[in-house]
């Protein structure tokens, strides 16, 4: 019989990247003063025609790319995508099937993209903070832009 292997157990400590961490609760408050309240800019749900399309996007990309694409063992960003569809749309896991909306499913998610930030998969990937201008920007219109409109144009 084969010896067991011995594995090093890392604690959850070791295993974060607090630097992104940090770096998202950063961007989370500048974004407050930027947008407003993220609960009021979000607050509603998703209709299904746009879930559905998200569902259909996404799960080509996951059968086109899975397993593929990179040189290391895995891909952290096609890890948080199948995440992702797992929880907009629910989907085959390795017991049977699930339903949408496990929030577990986002927290995986955002786990694979720490994984990305701290193991880049993309050549020449590098942190550079960017200021407004560089930045999508809010889609739809935010708490924030709307109190701005009615305060320069209290008639309407």
């Known amino acids: 019989m084969p010896e067991a292997k011995e594995y090093a ?3 959850i400590t070791e295993q974060m990247n607090f630097v992104f961490l940090q770096g998202m609760s950063n961007r989370m408050d500048v974004s407050c003063f930027k947008y407003g309240d993220y609960k009021s800019n979000y607050a509603g ?9 998200l569902s259909v996007s996404l799960r080509k990309l996951v059968v086109e ?15 948080a995508i199948e995440r992702l569809l797992l929880y907009v749309d629910g989907g085959k896991v390795k017991d049977g099937i699930v339903p949408c909306g496990n ?10 993209l720490m994984i990305e930030f701290t193991c880049p998969q993309v050549p020449g990937a590098a942190f550079a903070a960017t200021d ?8 739809g219109l935010s708490e924030q832009e709307i109190k701005d409109f009615k305060a320069e144009h209290p008639e309407e």
């Not at 749900?45 to 399309?53: A, L, M």
């Not at 593929?68 to 891909?75: E, P």
């Open 9 to 11: 157990v890392k604690t």
């Open 45 to 53: 749900t998703y209709t299904e025609p746009f879930r559905k399309q």
């Open 132 to 139: 407004d201008n560089k930045s999508p920007g809010f889609s």
């Open 65 to 79: 790319w899975k397993g593929k694409g990179t040189s290391a063992n895995g891909n952290a960003i096609m890890f």
């Open 103 to 112: 929030t577990e499913y986002l927290m995986d998610a955002a786990n694979g």
